[in-house]
């Protein structure tokens, strides 16, 4: 049954107008088109994935400090091994494991606990000693390191792709995509969603989803409602392509760095910088390359002389707990989010758009329990921080 009236769609109406179009805004579209809700328009300002999506390293990691997001992780992970068969694009999906490198004592005792609770929640999941990651990766340097922690069905995709996907097969299924078509102002009458105002025009509906990434705080104003979330610029490198060798995605919270290759042989790398200013900031830095690629260097050597290709930056929006917000207003009845990914919301968005579409169709989801993540956790003083970020 139903939450929402249906209306027929036409080019003025919908009865679901999402804001965004990344992965978290047309992962959604698809799975309400597949549930049945044709009625759905996409609004992007730019192009499909310019935001964080098209800027990120597309790693697919379900290896989670918290329960909850053990079960979100792996859920995606369903929905990414279908990806091809379900929606129809292969997007370089590869399951070549994400090894977790540790550095610190603290770190490495949470990493046992952690992997005992994986392991409760049917991930299959190994500790490593650094010879057992000497043995199997002889060309890390395993200096320093404590332990490692690997999952096989961990993984990466290309997120350009995995968009296009999603939004081919949104449009094959008779939902609508508005790129360069800014959302400029959400109207509300009497606490309820009426309709979106947009660069190119009104448009009436009867639910919102805020899927606006970096602009997620500014968008939830628009609506008088506050999401706790700010943007920090994370740099990213690409090299050139070398012949694959290195299947998995390499990550060190403790080393604060992460890298794999891609399907055409460029490895991608990144850290996180502390110093980061909140707000929105797309300029890259000589520092970053001067401190990732001494860093990378030590603990690659191979890395040595391969050249530099590429370097962007992009946005993490962040939330108090480092965990998504998703959920729906009690506020503006009709006004939906998903927001605040802090930096890993390429490899959970299958899971949330078919959770989210179901709350928004049905509800209550119904493969991944997300009420969790929802904006009025943080009512409670004992939120549980996600450690397993960088
Ligand atoms: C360097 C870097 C590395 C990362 N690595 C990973 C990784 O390995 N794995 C992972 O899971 N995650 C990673 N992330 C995080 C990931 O990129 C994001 O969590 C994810 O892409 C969020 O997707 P989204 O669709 O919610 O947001 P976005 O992709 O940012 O999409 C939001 C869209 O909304 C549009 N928009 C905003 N306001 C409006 C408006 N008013 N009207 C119309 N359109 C609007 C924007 O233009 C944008 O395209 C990384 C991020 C960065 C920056």
């Not at 053990?70 to 279908?82: D, G, I, P, T």
């Not at 508005?178 to 969603?193: P, R």
């Not at 609506?223 to 392509?241: F, K, M, W």
Request: net charge neutral.
């Amino acid at each position: 049954m139903s939450n929402i009236i249906n209306v027929n769609s036409n080019s003025n109406q919908y009865n679901v107008c999402i804001i965004g179009g990344g992965i978290t805004g047309t992962a959604l579209a698809y799975f309400l088109c597949k549930l049945g809700e044709r009625s759905v328009a996409v609004f992007e300002k730019s192009y499909l994935s310019s935001g964080s999506t098209g800027r990120c390293a597309g790693g697919i990691r379900q290896q989670w400090s918290t329960r909850s997001n053990v079960r979100l992780a792996m859920r995606s992970v369903k929905l990414f091994e279908r990806f091809k068969e379900d929606v129809g694009m292969d997007i370089e999906y590869f399951q070549g494991g994400y090894l977790v490198l540790s550095y610190d004592e603290e770190e490495a005792a949470q990493f046992e606990k952690n992997v005992q609770m994986q392991k409760e929640e049917g991930l299959n999941v190994e500790i490593l000693s650094p010879r057992q990651v000497k043995e199997k990766y002889p060309y890390i340097n395993t200096d320093g390191l404590l332990m490692a922690t690997f999952c096989q069905t961990d993984g990466h995709a290309n997120p350009h792709k995995a968009v296009i996907g999603y939004a081919q097969a949104i449009r094959r299924m008779g939902g609508h995509i508005y790129t360069h078509t800014e959302v400029k102002g959400i109207d509300v009458q009497a606490g309820k969603v009426i309709g979106v105002d947009t660069s190119n025009g009104y448009f009436k509906c009867n639910v919102v989803v805020n899927a606006a990434g970096p602009w997620s705080r500014e968008t939830s104003e628009m609506v008088g409602v506050d999401l706790p979330t700010e943007s920090y610029r994370h740099q990213i490198i690409v090299t050139e392509a070398l012949e694959n060798f290195f299947p998995m995605m390499a990550i060190s919270f403790s080393g604060n760095f992460y890298m794999r290759q891609t399907q055409h042989g460029q490895f991608v790398l990144g850290q996180g910088d502390k110093d980061e200013k909140p707000g929105i900031n797309y300029n890259v830095t000589f520092r970053f390359e001067e401190e990732l690629i001494s860093k990378m260097v030590r603990t690659f050597p191979f890395l040595k002389n391969v050249r530099m290709m590429r370097h962007w930056s992009g946005m993490y929006n962040m939330s108090p707990d480092a965990q998504p917000i998703i959920g729906q207003s009690d506020k503006v009845k009709g006004y939906y989010y998903a927001v605040g990914y802090s930096g890993h919301g390429f490899m959970v968005a299958p899971a949330v758009g078919e959770a989210l579409a179901e709350l928004i169709l049905f509800g209550k989801s119904l493969h991944t329990d997300i009420s969790y993540l929802d904006v009025k956790r943080f009512e409670n003083m004992t939120i549980e921080k996600e450690k397993n970020v960088v």
